[in-house]
């Protein structure tokens, strides 16, 4: 089982900027890929941005030139950069990631959420 905990969100101005921090932890696990979506009320969870095991990223189109997705220090921590944000960025942002555990001589691969964090964007 893996743990994702988010932190970072808030109120921001249109404009301005936030950052976002997500750790991941857990027992002998491998990490395929780590990311971040989002969900507005009354709309379906999207992709914000995604870095992989090869640290190559994607980002959704709505974000692209303006959030940076990144890897802490630690491998198992990821930074959203949130740069030039407008009230249509308001959303919970979750966490995610694709783990990887070895068990019984197989690798089983496995997703895990963070519970969120609120960003409010303000006109």
């Known amino acids: 089982q893996v743990d994702l905990v988010e932190s970072g969100g808030g109120l921001v101005q249109s404009g301005g900027s936030l950052t976002l921090f997500c750790a991941a932890s857990g027992s002998d696990f491998g990490i395929n890929s780590m990311g971040w979506y989002r969900q507005a009320p009354g709309n379906e969870r999207e992709l914000v941005a995604v870095i992989r095991s090869d640290e190559s990223t994607n980002y959704g189109d709505s974000v692209k030139g303006r959030f940076t997705i990144s890897r802490g220090n630690a491998k198992n921590t990821v930074y959203l950069l949130m740069n030039s944000l407008k009230p249509e960025d308001t959303a919970v942002y979750y966490c995610?990631?694709?783990?990887?555990?070895?068990?019984?001589?197989?690798?089983?691969?496995?997703?895990?959420w963070g519970r969120g964090t609120q960003v409010t964007v303000s006109s």
């Open positions: 995610n990631g694709d783990f990887s555990l070895s068990y019984a001589g197989g690798t089983y691969s496995f997703p895990a």
